[in-house]
């Protein structure tokens, strides 16, 4: 955590590369959570939950945000994605068919953006940094495999 405090105003850092929020099985560790949303003071952080989104989950995601750390909630697919934008609360991402590569549409018909670090060797987080915006629209996607080493360097890239 002093590291994530130590780190440069305005730095775009991942939390967790592999994981989710602190907290044992579904909770989120609010206390836990604090510290991180006050290291992050200044900073750009960003990072993923599968978590469900019950009303303390959901309280201590929208805190989070509301003090600048961007958690983005993870939908297992384009179904889950509507309901966990329907909720207002925080942006998406959602895992796609392996060999998607283009934009689409939820059955909600919410728009769906493929992460750019997936498709394109010229981009990485650090260039991109569209997770780390919490107000965004788009919900990000991600194919399912194979992409997955690129997006790992690209956000180690980022760090
Ligand atoms: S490159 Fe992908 S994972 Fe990284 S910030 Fe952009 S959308 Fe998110």
């Not at 993923?48 to 958690?71: E, L, S």
């Not at 939908?75 to 796609?96: G, K, R, S, T, Y």
Request: glycine share 8%; proline share 5%; aromatic share 4%.
């Amino acid at each position: 955590m002093s590291e994530i405090a130590k780190l440069p105003k305005g730095t775009l850092w991942r939390h967790n590369q592999a994981g989710d929020l602190p907290g044992m099985g579904d909770a989120i560790d609010r206390e836990a959570m604090a510290g991180l949303v006050r290291a992050n003071r200044g900073k750009r952080g960003y990072t993923y939950t599968h978590k469900p989104m019950n009303a303390d989950n959901a309280a201590a995601v929208v805190d989070a945000i509301g003090q600048g750390f961007a958690v983005n909630l993870s939908a297992n697919d384009l179904a889950h994605a509507d309901e966990l934008a329907a909720l207002n609360i925080a942006p998406v991402v959602v895992v796609l068919p392996a060999d998607a590569t283009r934009a689409t549409v939820t059955p909600q018909g919410r728009k769906v953006a493929i992460c750019p670090a997936t498709i394109s060797d010229n981009v990485t987080c650090a260039t991109c940094g569209l997770c780390a915006i919490a107000n965004r629209k788009a919900i990000i996607g991600f194919p399912a495999h194979g992409a997955s080493k690129r997006k790992a360097s690209a956000v180690a890239m980022a760090s």
